[in-house]
């Protein structure tokens, strides 16, 4: 035999030295859930994770940012009174989430701390955007994701996030942003993100499902491809600085399109659910924990994904680290 691929596998060295995709820290970003209260609240359906106070929120996320993380993506769980139609509480200066990446910021200002825009955590709907006559409205939503954006940078996020899905958002948060002097506030966006029963754990974790109906009206159908294309154009041209493909890994054949039809950094979002299928399995014994997020994050990075938003960032942090 001339050939005998086997010898690239020998040793782990020789593995090391022919691996063509590698993984670190430096590409993960750890999403959070933070409430008001200062006692931590678990989520069952996410083991490991909780919503948390703003003491507990900077002390978790100073664990990751001393592994090598990254960045954090944050997520507000609001009590009902916070909760209206219009979502007004998500552009309040002294507001929950404000006041996190605030103090975040404070403690760790090189700790890049991402957050979201859409309307769900702070809609009494339990909608990306404004409900009007049952049907999500799209330019009303527009001026209120900007306005948001514009709150969460004054408040010192280096990134937004707009994961609602709404037609034109992006370019009405960059000239919000420009306008209001935040030039170098970047915007991720969740650009190919589809209607996932993958995201049910996450909902638990901000009690922030849907009220009435599905969000099919606005994220992708999971059996579109193409359309992802248009997405993408779509969001360079108004834009955005990242683009994300969500959720991660059943979507892999998506990630390598959108990665070989842009120049931009792509994210992808290993979701809650693909997160809980692993703890579930483990707990049972069935699978290894460990072992299966370290191949399912550098199955994600081998299908194009630069930054990895995992709930095992921690996890996979120390682990890297050995
Ligand atoms: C909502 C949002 C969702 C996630 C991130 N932002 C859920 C949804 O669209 O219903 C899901 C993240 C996860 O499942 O981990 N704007």
């Known amino acids: 035999m001339d050939q005998r691929p086997r010898r690239n596998r ?19 970003v750890l999403p959070m859930f933070v409430h008001e209260s200062a006692q931590p609240k678990p989520i069952a359906s996410m083991p490991g994770h909780a919503r948390l106070g703003i003491d507990g929120l900077v002390e978790k996320a100073r664990e990751a940012y001393e592994l090598g993380v990254a960045g954090v993506a944050l997520f507000p769980a609001l009590e009902g009174k916070f909760k209206d139609p219009r979502g007004k509480e998500s552009t309040n200066p002294e507001g929950l989430l404000q006041r996190s990446v605030r103090a975040l910021k404070k403690a760790m200002p090189e700790l890049v701390v991402i957050t979201d825009v859409a309307l769900d955590p702070y809609s009494s709907d339990g909608h990306d955007g404004v409900v009007i006559d049952g049907r999500i409205d799209n330019d009303v939503t527009l001026p209120i994701l900007a306005a948001m954006a514009v709150a969460q940078a004054a408040a010192g996020a280096d990134v937004v996030a707009p994961s609602d899905m709404m037609d034109g958002r992006v370019l009405a948060i960059r000239r919000a942003l420009d306008e209001a002097g935040h030039t170098n506030v970047g915007i991720c966006s969740y650009s190919v993100k589809y209607a996932s029963a993958f995201y ?12 009435a109906g599905d969000k099919k009206t606005y994220q992708m159908d999971p059996g579109n491809v193409r359309e992802s294309l ?3 154009q779509l969001d360079e041209e108004e834009g955005a600085d990242w683009l994300m493909v969500k959720p991660g890994l059943p979507y892999l054949d998506v990630m390598r399109f959108v990665r070989e039809h842009s120049k931009l950094p792509i994210a992808t979002y290993h979701v809650s659910g693909e997160y809980a299928m ?13 072992r299966c997020l370290l191949e399912s994050l550098t199955c994600l990075r081998r299908a194009g994904a630069d930054i990895i938003f995992t709930y095992g960032a921690i996890d996979a942090a120390r682990l890297l680290r050995g």
């Open 10 to 28: 020998v040793g782990p060295a020789v593995r090391g030295l022919v691996r063509e995709t590698s993984i670190s820290a430096a590409h993960l």
């Open 200 to 211: 049910g754990p996450f909902r638990d974790a901000l009690d922030s499902a849907p009220k």
């Open 230 to 232: 248009r997405e993408i």
């Open 278 to 290: 692993l703890k579930a399995a483990a707990e049972k014994g069935w699978l290894d924990y460990d």
